[in-house]
């Protein structure tokens, strides 16, 4: 899809702001028969619906459930079949560590468990960050054969390992499993290596958890730790020189800021709320074309399984549309990375709400931003890396296909 987009781009003054709203879509609960978005009360949202192309997109494939990289580039154009990123990358992009070509990075969780080693919380009770800046100084000071170790702190529970070959010690492999068997009452999976030349590897990886055990065995509830999405900086189109936009990126979580800097954007930077945010999407309005905008407070309260209070993050973000309206964005689309329904208290496969607002975007007869209503819309269920061309089409910004 890139390949055909990138030749038909023309240069237009008009502004685009992509509102992702992480683990948007929701499932219902059983005692109402109402999701989360049917719950909410969203009068601005609602009314936006009205005025837009409304739909659902699909972000991987019939019963796939997406993982938070994924679902983005999708949103960005990008296949996510076909641009596979692990999550360790875009974490170690996102807190602005300075990956280098063959380096191996892991996203990390402290997580707690039990005195049998079995799981009983996958986040450690969501620790503040200043805990985490102490912990990882702790495993700061593990050691391994041949390669230089980084244990980089994130936000909250998370944070970033990469292991870098020293000298002629040989190339490292990223074809790695996970640690983190993603359910409580289990352990923590060992690491296996996924084709041959990974064997030393995950030997390594093995050994880093086994000293990270013995280093946090005081440190309850953050007592163990979890590495997931393994993966070796990629090379992928860059999003600016593709469509043309002078693109900013403005979200408060690192691994969001190393999606859009993976793919050229800018990372404006912002605080640590979503009122930070749109300060800086104020600030920064007349800089740039397009705007990332991201909102984390719903995928957190779906993952938590607190129906409640994801009820009330989508009614915080329903209360800033105006704010962003008012800055005049020529389209506006509001959507989501994947679906986080409080009742499965994790990502679903489930396709998630989308409306495109534009002066000729055509609206549908859609009255409410919810899963049911927006099924009903023009759009019908589209793959996500078919959004951005019809963002850049309501954005007068592409010329016409064929003779």
Known sequence: MLDVIAPLVISN???????SLDGLGGLPRPETGLSELETAKLPNLSQLAT????????????????GSGPGHLGLFGYD??????????????GIEFELR??????????CTVDGTGRI?????????????????ERLRRIKLPGVEVFVESGKDYRFVLVLRAKGKSGGLSARLSETDPQQLGKPPLPVRALEPRAKATAALVNRFVAEAKRVLA???????????????????????????????????????RGLARLVG???????????DELATLREHWAASDFFFLHYKDTDKAGEDGNFDAKVQALERLDRAIPEIRALGPDVLIVSGDHATPSILSGHGWQPVPVIIWSRYCGADGVTAFTERACSAGSLGVIPSQHLMPLVMANALRLTKFGA
């Open 120 to 136: 009983t919380d996958r986040r450690a009770g969501r620790i503040a960050t200043e805990l985490n800046l102490r912990l990882t």
């Open 101 to 110: 070509a063959g380096d191996v990075a892991a996203r990390g969780n402290f």
């Open 218 to 256: 005081d440190a309850a509830p953050a007592n163990m730790i979890l590495l997931r999405g393994f993966d070796q900086l990629p090379k992928l189109p860059r999003f600016p020189e593709v469509f043309g936009l002078r693109s900013a990126a403005i979200a408060a979580y690192p691994m969001y």
């Open 51 to 66: 005025e837009s192309a409304c739909g659902l997109i699909r972000h991987v494939a019939p019963g796939i459930t997406p």
């Open 265 to 275: 954007m800018e990372i404006l930077k912002t605080g640590s709320t979503f009122d």
């Open 13 to 19: 003054t008009t502004k685009i702001v992509l509102v």
């Open 80 to 93: 996510p079949l076909q641009y596979q990123v692990g999550r360790g990358v875009l974490e170690a992009l």
